[in-house]
C-alpha cells in the first residue's frame, strides 16, 4: 500500500520567540593595564596563513547549526514585530509536529484555525488530519480531511486530488475497502496517478473482484510517465556542439528524476501482476500468462521478460522444477540481459539438485552473455568451489564483487574458499567485512566464530566464546550453537556454565548424541544417576543398534541400587543382543549377588562367548591355523570343556555355516546352551569345506572390559552337556 501523502505539511522559517532584541558580545578575561602600546601589533610577528575551514569537523557542524537557529529567531523576532503571529505560531506547530509532540501541534494549529479571518484553514485541516493519522485515529483523521475538502475550493485541483488520495489509503487502513474503491475509483477518472492505479488493485484484490483487478491493471498500465525516450540522449550526429549538450543532459537532475520516476513506475507494475496473477485465472500460470500478454502492448515492453522469469520463479517456490526449468529455456534465445538473467537461474536451480555440470554449463552461457553479472559469477565459482578448486573459485568471487562491490553472498563465499584453503587470516578478514554489513547475520556470525574455533594454537577461546554470544543474541535458538559454547566453557572447567548451555542445545534439539552423552555423562560424575538414565533412554531411542546406551541405562540403575531395575535391563539387552560379553558379566555378577539359579546358565554362555572371542584372535593373528580349528570341530568328542566348545563349534556350522553363533535360536529348537545337536563327519571334503569357512569368518571385537577383578573359571564350572533332542537333526 502506497502510504499518505504528507507534501501539505506547510512549514515557514520561523521560531515563535517574544524576544525583544538579540547581543552577541564577547568578554575578555585580560586585564588591559601594563600592556605595551602596540596598535599594529609589529611585536608579535607576521600573521600566521589563513587555515581551511573544514566543513566535516563536528564544530564546524555547530557552528553551522547555531547560525540557522539564529537566523530562525531574528525572522521570528521579524514577525512578531510586524503583528504576523499566525505565520509564529503555524511554524511552532510545525515545529511540534516534527519532534512528535502532536496533542501541542494540535492545539496550536486550533489556534490559528478558530481564528474567521485566516483563509486557508482547509489547508491546516490537512496537516491535522496527518497527526491523527499517525496516531491511528482514522476515523478523526477522514473527519478532518472531508473537512478540507469541503474548504479548499474547486480550482486547486491537485490539492484536492492529493487529499482524496489520503482518504483513500485512510479508509484502506480501516478495512472500508468499498470507500477506499470510490475514492480512488474518483482519482483514476480526473487525474490519473500510479499511486492510486496502485491502491485500487490493491482495493479489489481485497474484496476479490477478478474482473476489476484486470481493468484496473490495464489502467495502472496506461498512465502516462511524461518523461522523454531514451533516444534522445544518442547523437544523432558528429557535431560536437550537439554531442556536448547531450553529454551535459545525459545526467542531470531531470534526467535522473525520469529514471527514479519509471523505476517507480515498474515496481508498482511488477508488484500488482505478482499480485493479481495467482488470482486472475484458474491457475497461477494462465494469470501470468495474461499479465505478459497486457504488458507486451503496453509502454512497459521491457518488463514481459522480467514477469516471464518471475513465473519461473514462482514454480521454484512451488517446487514444480520441471516447469520452471522449461520457462527459463524460453529465454535462451533472448537478447542477452534476458538471457543472462535466465542462465543464472538455471544455474542455481541445477546446483540445487546436484548436477554440476548442467550448473557449470549454464553458469558459462550466463557469464558469456553478461560478464559484468555478479550473480553469473558468483554462480559459475560456486561450481567451481564444488568440484574442489578452491583458488579458482575464489578468483571468480572477486571478480564478482569487482562487478557489484555491494554482492554480499560472493563476500561469503570468498570467506568459505579461504577456510578451506586454510588461509584463516583472510577468511577472517572476509568475514568481518561482511558483518560490518549484515550486522545481524547469524551466518556470518557462527563462520566468525567458527574461524576461531578453527585455530589450532589458539591458547585463549575467549574470542570464539564471544561471536558464539553474539551468536545466540541472533538466534537464541540454534543448538549448535549453544552445544559449542558449552563445549569451550567445558574445556575451561566451568561445568556449571557448561551444562546451562549443554542443556539449552538439549532443549532445542533432543537427537544430537553428543550432547545427550555429555549430559549424562555429567550426571554420572556427580552422583545423580537417576537424572542421568532419561539421557541414555533417549540416546537408546535415537540408536537403538547400538549397546553401549542400554548399557549405561543398566549401570545407572545398578550404580543408584535399583539391582531388580539393572538385573531387568540387562536380562532386555541380552535378548536383543545374545554376543554381548559385557552384559554377560554383569548378569553373572548381579546374579551371584542376588543368589539366582540363573547364575549357572549365564557363566556357561559367558564363557562359550570367551573362548569363541579367543579363537577368533588366534585365527586373526594366525597362531592357529584354520585346518587345527576344523579337527578340533569334526574329531574332538562331545566331553568335558573342549568338547563343549566343539560341539558349540558344530552347532554354529549347521545353523548359520560359520563359527559365529546364530544371532537368534531357531524356533523349533531350545536356546544352544541346553542342546547339543549331533553331526556326522563324511570325510575329507568336509573338513576342507570347513577350512574355507573358517578363513571367511569376519572378526568380532568386544569393546567393553569386565569389571570383576575374579575370573569366573574359579568359582563357576559349566555343566555337563545334556542328552540331544529327540528330533532329527538336519542333513
Not at 81 to 108: I, P, R
Not at 194 to 217: C, H, P, Q, T
Not at 699 to 723: D, M, W
Amino acid at each position: 500500500m502506497v502510504p499518505f501523502d504528507s507534501s501539505y505539511d506547510f512549514v515557514i522559517n520561523m521560531l515563535f520567540q517574544d524576544i525583544p532584541g538579540i547581543i552577541h558580545g564577547k568578554t575578555s578575561d585580560r586585564g588591559c593595564s601594563g600592556s605595551a602600546f602596540d596598535p599594529l601589533g609589529q611585536s608579535r610577528g607576521p600573521a600566521p596563513p589563513l587555515e581551511a575551514k573544514n566543513e566535516d569537523s563536528p564544530e564546524e557542524k555547530i557552528r553551522q547549526l547555531e547560525k540557522k537557529v539564529n537566523e530562525l529567531v531574528e525572522e521570528s523576532c521579524v514577525a512578531n514585530s510586524c503583528g504576523d503571529l499566525k505565520l509564529v505560531l503555524f511554524n511552532l506547530a510545525s515545529q511540534y509536529s516534527a519532534n512528535e509532540m502532536y496533542a501541542e501541534a494540535l492545539n496550536t494549529y486550533q489556534v490559528i484555525v478558530k481564528n474567521k479571518m485566516f483563509s486557508n484553514a482547509g489547508r491546516l485541516k490537512v496537516n491535522m488530519g496527518n497527526i491523527y493519522l499517525k496516531q491511528r485515529n482514522y476515523s478523526k483523521a477522514i473527519k478532518f480531511y472531508r473537512m478540507a475538502l469541503d474548504q479548499i475550493p474547486s480550482v486547486h485541483k491537485e490539492m484536492r486530488i492529493k487529499i482524496m488520495q489520503n482518504i483513500g489509503v485512510t479508509f484502506i487502513k480501516t478495512g472500508q475497502y468499498s470507500d477506499a474503491i470510490n475514492s480512488f475509483e474518483h482519482i483514476m477518472s480526473m487525474a490519473p496517478s500510479l499511486k492510486a492505479g496502485f491502491n485500487l488493485i490493491l482495493s479489489y484484490f481485497a474484496v476479490g473482484d477478478r474482473e476489476k483487478m484486470k481493468k484496473a491493471f490495464q489502467r495502472l498500465i496506461a498512465v502516462p510517465l511524461e518523461i522523454d525516450e531514451d533516444d534522445k540522449y544518442i547523437s544523432p550526429s558528429d557535431d560536437p556542439h550537439t554531442n556536448l549538450v547531450i553529454e551535459a543532459i545525459k545526467n542531470d537532475h531531470l534526467r535522473q528524476m525520469e529514471r527514479e520516476r519509471k523505476a517507480t513506475a515498474e515496481k508498482y507494475i511488477m508488484t500488482a501482476a505478482k499480485l493479481i496473477a495467482p488470482v486472475i485465472e484458474a491457475s497461477f500460470a494462465v494469470g501470468y500468462d495474461w499479465c505478459v500478454e497486457v504488458v507486451k502492448a503496453s509502454q512497459y515492453v521491457e518488463l514481459a521478460n522480467d514477469l516471464e522469469i518471475n513465473k519461473a520463479i514462482t514454480y521454484l517456490r512451488q517446487k514444480d522444477f520441471n516447469q520452471a526449468v522449461e520457462t527459463l529455456k524460453m529465454f535462451e534465445k533472448k537478447d542477452s540481459r534476458v538471457k543472462s538473467a535466465a542462465a543464472t537461474n538455471l544455474s542455481f536451480l541445477y546446483f540445487l539438485e546436484n548436477e554440476f555440470a548442467q550448473a557449470s554449463s549454464y553458469a558459462d552461457l550466463a557469464v558469456n552473455s553478461d560478464r559484468y553479472n555478479p550473480s553469473a559469477l558468483t554462480n559459475k565459482g560456486n561450481t567451481v568451489f564444488a568440484n574442489g578448486d578452491y583458488e579458482k573459485a575464489a578468483e571468480f568471487y572477486k571478480e564478482a564483487l569487482r562487478n557489484d562491490s555491494s554482492c554480499t553472498e560472493a563476500l561469503y563465499n570468498i570467506g568459505l574458499a579461504y577456510k578451506k584453503l586454510n588461509r584463516l587470516d583472510e577468511a577472517l578478514d572476509c568475514f568481518l567485512k561482511l558483518h560490518a554489513i549484515l550486522r545481524n547475520s547469524a551466518q556470518v556470525l557462527y563462520q566468525i566464530a567458527s574461524v576461531y574455533l578453527t585455530y589450532e594454537l589458539m591458547d585463549d577461546p575467549s574470542q570464539a566464546m564471544e561471536w558464539l554470544m553474539q551468536l545466540i543474541s541472533v538466534a537464541p535458538t540454534d543448538s549448535r550453537a549453544l552445544s559449542k559454547l558449552g563445549g569451550l566453557h567445558d574445556s575451561e572447567g566451568d561445568k556449571s556454565q557448561a551444562l546451562q548451555y549443554y542443556y539449552e542445545s538439549y532443549r532445542y534439539f533432543p537427537s544430537n548424541i553428543e550432547v545427550i552423552e555429555w549430559l549424562g555423562a555429567y550426571y554420572i560424575d556427580t552422583q545423580f544417576c537417576e537424572k542421568a538414565i532419561q539421557y541414555f533412554e533417549r540416546a537408546s531411542l535415537i540408536q537403538p543398534t547400538q549397546v553401549k546406551w542400554q548399557l549405561m541405562v543398566a549401570s545407572c540403575f545398578r550404580r543408584s541400587g535399583n539391582y531388580q531395575k539393572a538385573l531387568d535391563t540387562y536380562k532386555d539387552i541380552h535378548r536383543k543382543f545374545p554376543e554381548n560379553v559385557e552384559c554377560l558379566r554383569f548378569l553373572v555378577r548381579l546374579c551371584t549377588d542376588i543368589g539366582l539359579k540363573e547364575v549357572q546358565e549365564y557363566a556357561t554362555k559367558l564363557k562359550r562367548l570367551e573362548k569363541m572371542k579367543e579363537i577368533r584372535e588366534q585365527l586373526r593373528s594366525g597362531r592357529v591355523s584354520a585346518q587345527s580349528l576344523a579337527e578340533m570341530a569334526v574329531g574332538v568328542p562331545a566331553a568335558g570343556e573342549k568338547g563343549a566348545l566343539a560341539v558349540e563349534l558344530r552347532y554354529n556350522l549347521r545353523v548359520t555355516g560359520s563359527l559365529a553363533p546364530p544371532s537368534s535360536p531357531l524356533p523349533w529348537m531350545p536356546s544352544h546352551a541346553q542342546v547339543r545337536p549331533t553331526w556326522k563327519d563324511s570325510g575329507g571334503s568336509k573338513g576342507e569345506r570347513l577350512s574355507a569357512q573358517l578363513r571367511a569368518l569376519p572378526g568380532a571385537g568386544e569393546p567393553y572390559e569386565s569389571c570383576s577383578s575374579k575370573e569366573l573359571g574359579e568359582c563357576l564350572a559349566p555343566p555337563a552337556p545334556p542328552a540331544p533332542p529327540t528330533s532329527p537333526a538336519p542333513p
